[in-house]
């Protein structure tokens, strides 16, 4: 079966009691044993749940992975990974990584005793500099957030490899719509799957997909035991979302380059960060890696007060944190993403004061050209 077929079959045959072709809610938080004999594949919702299941085989197809582990947000997905680590251990992280991701790294890995340097994801020859004696897992990220970069994947892959690193790779901004990483190299992907996996800003959730059966069993244990489990309901609307993935993507895409090209030619538009225009320095990169250009976009205006007035201007992109849903949203990255980053943090990692962050929706294209046109205008 193809991407789109397996979002909407895999792990989810009609119902067999009552032959529903859409799974039931299984709000239950305990299943019944039929002696003691004989232990159930599902017991408890802290460690399982029919809807929690059919959700993980679904994803992990999609990524064309063996084993997905489903948690409650994005954020404890990348913790369980994280626990891969124990005190002494270090961690190599892209410098442009997603502000959530630093934050932990930050303010939390520290206090456990684990070390954090910094490479650039471009140049995967900069691992080399990065890496201390404890070095034993990397994490980045492409298109990154928020200045739409798009690194090599198979490179920094092969490259962190070499140095025996474990690499972690965040798909959130792309999907598995529009690339793999597994097949890329990455021994771990993971998802925010409130974005584009559930794709209606109506549900918070995580994933982690792997090939290795050893973080596999690693990732299902910590969930077991922190209890970091998206609910029956949660699970079920990921479920719903996923379905129509293939064709959101496809309008994602399609929206975001009309807009980008249009802002790109736009006088009060400063520059434009989309890896579908010709002139995006990883535009080649981008068009041998992913399968469409994707739905996430930065622009940069001439001042802070024209990019405040332009965010606070929109009617049909709303101002608001996140991503990958059904509707547009515009983003000020230094109050929302990356508040956590200082200013210079910020401007080392290419995000200006002065730069606001689109996530494009489904929308009318011709109602999101109009939008920006008028706040523009200003």
């Known amino acids: 079966m193809r991407f789109a077929t397996r979002a909407i079959r895999v792990a989810q045959d009609p119902e067999s009691c009552f032959g529903s072709v859409i799974p039931p809610l299984y709000q239950s938080t305990t299943f019944a044993w039929q002696d003691l004999d004989t232990i159930p594949s599902i017991d408890y919702t802290r460690c399982q749940n029919p809807n929690r299941k059919m959700l993980e085989a679904v994803i992990a197809s999609l990524e064309g992975g063996q084993h997905c582990c489903i948690f409650s947000s994005g954020m404890a997905a990348i913790g369980a990974v994280f626990a891969l680590m124990k005190q002494g251990d270090g961690l190599v992280m892209a410098n442009d990584i997603y502000g959530g991701t630093f934050r932990m790294a930050e303010q939390h890995l520290v206090r456990q005793g684990i070390e954090t340097t910094f490479f650039d994801a471009h140049n995967p020859e900069t691992i080399a500099d990065a890496l201390r004696p404890n070095s034993k897992l990397l994490i980045f990220e492409t298109p990154t957030n928020p200045n739409v970069r798009v690194s090599d994947i ?20 792309a999907s598995p719509a529009l690339q793999n990483p597994l097949e890329l190299g990455a021994d771990v992907v993971v998802h925010s799957t409130t974005k584009y996996i559930s794709g209606h800003s109506d549900v918070i959730g995580g994933a982690a997909v792997t090939n290795d059966d050893a973080i596999a069993h690693h990732l299902f244990e910590w969930n077991k035991a922190w209890g970091a489990v998206p609910s029956p309901f949660d699970t079920w609307l990921s479920l719903r979302g996923v379905k129509t993935m293939a064709l959101r993507m496809k309008q994602h895409c399609h929206n975001a380059q009309v807009l980008a090209e249009f802002l790109a030619n736009h006088p009060r538009v400063a520059k434009v960060h989309y890896p579908g225009l010709p002139d995006h320095p990883d535009h080649e990169t981008a068009k041998r890696q992913m399968r469409g250009f994707g739905g996430m976009l930065a622009i940069e205006l001439p001042t802070v007060e024209i990019a405040r007035c332009v965010a606070e201007s929109t009617k049909v992109f709303l101002l608001a944190e996140s991503l990958g849903g059904v509707e547009s949203l515009v983003a ?26 689109l996530s494009v929706g489904i929308e009318d294209e011709a109602d999101l050209l109009e939008d920006f046109e008028q706040a523009l205008r200003g």
């Open 332 to 357: 000020y990255p230094p109050l929302m993403s990356h508040a956590v980053m200082s200013e210079a943090q910020r401007l080392e990692r290419g995000i200006p004061p002065t730069m606001l962050r």
């Open 154 to 173: 198979r490179a920094v892959c092969e490259s962190a490899h070499r140095h025996g690193l474990t690499v972690v790779f965040d798909n959130t901004f």
